[in-house]
């Protein structure tokens, strides 16, 4: 098995060094679903949610904390994100929100696609909660990354 990369020789945490590797292009998207009951997703169709846009909230809600994924996440890399977009998708008992992340960086976005879809179901959550008391956040996962060489100069 390999060594996990964010520990040290004795045991301690740190951040990967990644200073010799190359940039690449890379890009990450990963899913997760939130459980609504029928009514609550009648409201959010219609606008009627009292907070507001339900829709509208959660997408800024995920962009903004992919873009700050590093400042929650301790031993992630501060990377600068050249696009970051949060899709919203009504099935049978709620809503599956995906996130797709990319950069040219010598580390991946994974964890800030994973972070885009966290946050933006927990702004769900917060916009529903006077209305729904059974809502469930569920299956947050990684469904791709993709790494692609940068031989572009500058």
Not at 15 to 36: F, N, P, T, Y
Not at 91 to 106: H, I, K, N
């Amino acid at each position: 098995m390999d060594r996990l990369t964010h520990l040290a020789e004795d045991g301690s945490a740190q951040m990967v060094d990644v200073s010799a590797k190359e940039r690449s292009a890379r890009e990450a998207v990963a899913a997760g679903k939130i459980q609504l009951r029928r009514e609550t997703l009648d409201l959010i169709s219609k606008n009627q949610i009292g907070k507001g846009n339900v829709f509208a909230t959660a997408r800024i809600a995920g962009i903004q904390a992919a873009k700050r994924t590093s400042e929650l996440i301790p031993l992630c890399h501060n990377l600068n994100l050249s696009h970051v977009e949060i899709d919203i998708a009504t099935f049978d008992s709620g809503l599956e929100v995906t996130c797709t992340a990319r950069t040219v960086a010598q580390t991946g976005v994974e964890m800030e696609a994973l972070t885009g879809v966290a946050i933006a179901l927990l702004a769900i959550y917060d916009m529903c909660k006077a209305v729904d008391k059974e809502m469930q956040i569920t299956n947050i996962r990684l469904l791709k990354k993709t790494k692609r060489d940068d031989r572009s100069p500058g």
